[in-house]
């Protein structure tokens, strides 16, 4: 049966101090993550928009507000593991950080090994707690989304990355309209929230591989207008 490469998991950076967030960015990529960078509080809001990251790495003193306001803000829509890393050192800190929702606190300065193996751990933990909620079935159709493999009648159905995607966003939301702007920011990023066509594209091959009429979609439904809806 045949898997799909597993996209790169996405982190987010959040540091003023230039030197350490390319030191961070460094190790991240050599882990094979995903790296966006902000360096203040409101660009890293800004950027949650169109990049969901996996995992935050996050400084406390930034110039435009303290770290924790980020924690609070991310913490209304997102449940992915925030490390926070600052070389305030007193305990009422890292409690004060920990209780506004971070996951897990490292100091500055910071052994690298000891960085990768918080990230690491953070991203298990992340992945074994989702891992519940990580097979669908939909008619005859079922989706691993842990390993990445869907099958149809028992047969296997290959999709590309891109058409991967789609569905995972669609079965995110299940049974709710995804927006054709929301759909598009978050596939092919901000530039492209107006390139419906992309859209037809993909979903007319994700219609084609799933469903059993695709002029007929059961599951992958059109809202006029609107977006798209996965039928659950
Ligand atoms: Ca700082």
């Not at 799909?4 to 050599?30: C, F, R, T, Y």
């Not at 509080?41 to 949650?48: F, H, P, R």
């Amino acid at each position: 049966m045949d898997t799909l490469i597993q996209p790169a998991h996405k982190v987010m950076i959040i540091e003023d101090d230039l030197g350490i967030s390319s030191l961070l960015a460094s190790q991240a990529n050599s882990m094979n993550l995903h790296v966006n960078c902000a360096n203040c509080v409101q660009d890293a809001i800004n950027q949650l928009k169109t990049y969901e990251p996996d995992l935050v790495l996050l400084d406390l003193g930034l110039p435009d507000a303290d770290g924790k306001t980020f924690i609070k803000t991310f913490r209304l829509n997102f449940d992915h593991p925030i490390l926070v890393i600052s070389s305030r050192t007193h305990e009422s800190e890292k409690v004060d950080a920990l209780n506004a929702g971070a996951d897990d606190y490292l100091t500055k300065p910071f052994g690298l090994n000891e960085l990768k193996a918080r990230m690491n751990a953070l991203l298990r933990r992340h992945q074994a707690q989702n891992s519940a909620v990580q097979l669908m079935q939909l008619g005859d159709i079922e989706v691993d989304w842990q390993r990445r493999i869907i099958t149809k009648k028992g047969e296997p159905v290959n999709l590309s990355p891109i058409e991967f995607e789609i569905l995972n966003i669609l079965a995110t939301s299940r049974g709710k309209v995804v927006t054709h702007r929301n759909l598009l920011a978050k596939v092919w990023g901000g530039a492209h929230t107006d390139d419906h066509h992309y859209l037809r594209i993909y979903m007319g091959h994700l219609r084609r591989k799933l469903e059993n009429d695709p002029t007929q979609p059961q599951y992958l439904l059109t809202v006029a207008g609107v977006g798209y809806r996965l039928e659950v």
